[in-house]
């Protein structure tokens, strides 16, 4: 369930590495997701966009990716990102110093809601890792 960052490091960029969730926490980003894409409208063919790197403002993204980061215990109701808890949910393989300097560094990103902040958080760590977490949904 290693979920926050699961999500907001779907696809590999240059000079990037590749982990792989444990098959348990895999299941359960997965169980996460799909309620999520549930609960949150997202179209299909906007996920697999984002799942290669192309992250737009769509509002159901935006709501997917509140609805994901909550549900994983990552964030709070009100778009408060825990560092403690997004780092202990790191899988083997990323550098839990820089994931922590670069979450320290989006946490302080706000939006107009909760949604909006968590959106900011989520594009800011997308694009500041080098160390992208591969999963299936």
Same mark, same amino acid.
């Given at each position: 369930?290693? !979920?926050?960052?699961?999500? !907001?490091?779907?696809?590999?960029?240059? =000079? #990037?590495? +590749?982990? &792989?969730?444990?098959?348990?926490? +895999?299941?359960? #980003?997965?169980?996460? #997701?799909?309620? %999520?894409?549930?609960? !949150?409208?997202? $179209?299909?063919?906007?996920? /697999?966009?984002?799942?290669?790197?192309?992250? &737009?403002?769509?509002?159901?993204? @935006? $709501?997917?990716?509140? %609805?994901? =980061?909550?549900? /994983?215990?990552?964030? &709070?109701?009100?778009?408060? *990102? +825990?560092?403690?808890? #997004?780092? /202990?949910? *790191?899988?083997?393989?990323?550098? $839990?110093?820089?994931?922590? @300097?670069?979450?320290?560094? %989006?946490?302080?990103? !706000?939006?107009?809601?909760?949604?909006?902040?968590? =959106?900011?958080? =989520?594009? %800011?760590?997308?694009?500041?890792?080098?160390?992208?977490? *591969? *999963?299936?949904?």
């Amino acid at each position: 369930m290693k !979920s926050f960052i699961v999500f !907001s490091v779907l696809v590999a960029g240059v =000079f #990037a590495a +590749n982990v &792989s969730l444990p098959p348990k926490q +895999n299941e359960k #980003a997965n169980q996460i #997701a799909s309620e %999520c894409i549930k609960e !949150s409208g997202l $179209k299909p063919e906007v996920l /697999a966009e984002a799942k290669k790197g192309h992250i &737009s403002d769509d509002e159901h993204l @935006k $709501k997917f990716t509140f %609805c994901f =980061f909550k549900k /994983a215990g990552i964030v &709070s109701e009100d778009g408060k *990102l +825990n560092v403690d808890v #997004a780092l /202990a949910k *790191l899988p083997p393989g990323v550098d $839990k110093a820089e994931a922590e @300097k670069l979450l320290e560094t %989006c946490k302080a990103k !706000s939006g107009k809601d909760a949604t909006e902040t968590v =959106f900011e958080i =989520f594009k %800011c760590y997308h694009h500041g890792t080098k160390t992208h977490i *591969l *999963l299936g949904f």
